[in-house]
């Protein structure tokens, strides 16, 4: 019997994973693909299009260029998994049935139950955020002068914080802008739980782009124009960005899984508490030991390549692959800059330096944003955003 199997998501653990199933399944089961939007984002470069809305072309995939002809696309939000009738819930759609099925819907902004922050606050998770932040820098830009220049915040200094930081700073020196920046971070150092050398080498960059950044001072409340800490003076804004932290889909609400902050918890195979229902990416924590596998585009990928062979595997009833995360590094962009730590040689790149910016980390992060693109499309189109990332 041919089975169905469902792929949920078109972020990098979905994107990878199609990319996969369609090379490991042959005749054996049919595909399907279910997005809400109908085409793949790299995501870890969404914050060049606070900078450029031009970027997006460059950055952005047509789900025809990813899927074979024989997988079927659905472009709808997915609103629910009921795993007793083995059925895929649609907004508008009917009920898409499966016999496997792969959650990888990614994730949304936690907000901590800080009172305020999420009526006040802009997001960067996906290409209408971003397209969303650019429209309120520029529009408070436009209504500022050199006197009173526009207050924009960042909030968390993660490292979607510190790229959107330094995008916007990018969009300042462009267009000679009356901004101020500010990140703000409640642990007591940007980039936390990260090597202090790449903690400092991004702080130095940062400053020299003349972002203030204020650490140790968790928000207490979000208001239209003012932030409060819980130690420090209030802080006024004009645009508010909020990167500070992930939390499951709405969508898993209700999916009987045994569940996080509605991440779902996986084995290292990728299996939930159902056998058929896998999950990979932000949407799961999947069991790697002492701690969950991080929420990086580096992990998604690496489980997108093991997910698929194990989904083929469990439809040919052989034995399952376990996953160990390998962390390859770091390499983070602030604004035209960057700063590349610990990297690997499964980078391409293996330097005696722990810590290194310039243009070879530049380049780096290039080359590892071009290096997905081609694995989901062609080299053909990573070349033509070479530019662009």
């Given at each position: 019997m041919t089975e169905n199997v469902v792929v949920l998501g078109a972020g990098y653990a979905g994107t990878g994973a199609i990319t996969k199933l369609q090379s490991e399944l042959g005749g054996n089961a049919r595909l399907t693909w279910i997005a809400d939007v109908d085409y793949h984002l790299v995501l870890h470069e969404a914050h060049r299009v606070v900078r450029d809305p031009d970027v997006r072309s460059d950055i952005t995939f047509p789900v025809d260029q990813i899927a074979d002809p024989s997988t079927r696309f659905i472009q709808d939000e997915v609103v629910g998994l009921d795993v007793d009738e083995q059925v895929v819930e649609l907004a508008e759609g009917d009920d898409v049935d499966y016999d496997y099925v792969l959650v990888a819907l990614g994730s949304q902004t936690a907000y901590y139950g800080i009172p305020g922050l999420e009526e006040h606050s802009l997001t960067l998770k996906s290409l209408d955020d971003a397209m969303e932040i650019h429209d309120e820098i520029s529009q408070a830009s436009q209504d500022a002068t050199r006197g009173e220049p526009a207050q924009v915040v960042v909030g968390g200094a993660g490292l979607s914080g510190i790229q959107t930081a330094g995008e916007i700073a990018e969009f300042?020196?462009?267009?000679?802008a009356p901004i101020e920046i500010h990140l703000v971070e409640a642990l007591d150092e940007i980039f936390p739980g990260n090597d202090p050398e790449i903690q400092q080498a991004l702080r130095d960059l940062l400053e020299n782009a003349g972002v203030h950044i204020h650490?140790?001072?968790p928000i207490t409340e979000a208001k239209a124009d003012v932030i409060e800490f819980d130690e420090g003076d209030p802080l006024e804004h004009d645009v508010l960005i909020w990167t500070g932290g992930i939390t499951g889909r709405d969508a898993l609400d209700d999916a009987d899984l045994e569940k996080e902050h509605n991440r779902v918890n996986v084995e290292a195979n990728f299996q939930t508490t159902e056998e058929n229902v896998f999950a990979i990416g932000d949407s799961a924590l999947i069991d790697q030991g002492d701690r969950p596998a991080p929420p990086t585009a580096q992990a998604a990928w690496q489980a997108a390549e093991v997910v698929g062979e194990n989904i083929s595997r469990a439809i040919e009833n052989r034995p399952l692959k376990t996953w160990e995360h390998e962390d390859r590094g770091t390499v983070v962009s602030v604004g035209d800059k960057a700063v590349a730590h610990e990297v690997k040689p499964a980078f391409g790149l293996s330097l005696p330096v722990g810590t290194f910016g310039g243009f070879p980390a530049k380049?780096?992060?290039?080359?590892?944003?071009?290096?997905?693109?081609?694995?989901?499309?062609?080299?053909?189109?990573?070349?033509?955003?070479?530019s662009s990332l």
């Open positions: 300042r020196d462009n267009h000679r650490t140790d001072d380049n780096l992060k290039k080359m590892i944003a071009a290096k997905w693109i081609a694995s989901v499309t062609s080299w053909n189109e990573a070349r033509k955003s070479w």
